[in-house]
């Protein structure tokens, strides 16, 4: 394995920051490296068991796509969650009559 490779592999683990966790228990980390002779930050998730991209809410897929510059907060989420069983109660509600 050639000396860039390596310290770039290593380097994957040494500069993460982790920026957040959903409720389905993934971790989500970024961190500033050199692309190409700019500095970028680059943005993954950590899955919790299977690999399953299908647990990673619309919100955290905004900011790992760059949609988004800032991580939903935890208010946020949680405001998102009230608002989404709200809606539920709603539907339910309508089609019940």
């Known amino acids: 394995m050639s000396k860039r490779l390596m310290e770039r592999m290593l380097g ?11 409720r389905a228990g993934n971790h989500y980390f970024s961190r500033i490296e050199e692309v190409h002779g ?7 998730v950590q899955f919790k068991g299977d690999r ?4 990673v809410p619309v919100e ?5 796509n760059g949609q988004r510059k800032k991580a939903p907060t935890p208010e946020e989420l949680d405001e998102l969650e009230a608002r989404h069983e709200r809606v539920k109660k709603n539907v339910e509600l309508k089609n019940s009559i």
Do not use: H, N
């Open 12 to 22: 994957m683990f040494r500069s993460r920051t982790q920026v957040g966790t959903d």
């Open 60 to 64: 955290w897929i905004c900011w790992l």
């Open 52 to 55: 399953d991209p299908t647990t």
């Open 38 to 44: 700019a500095m970028k930050e680059k943005r993954w």
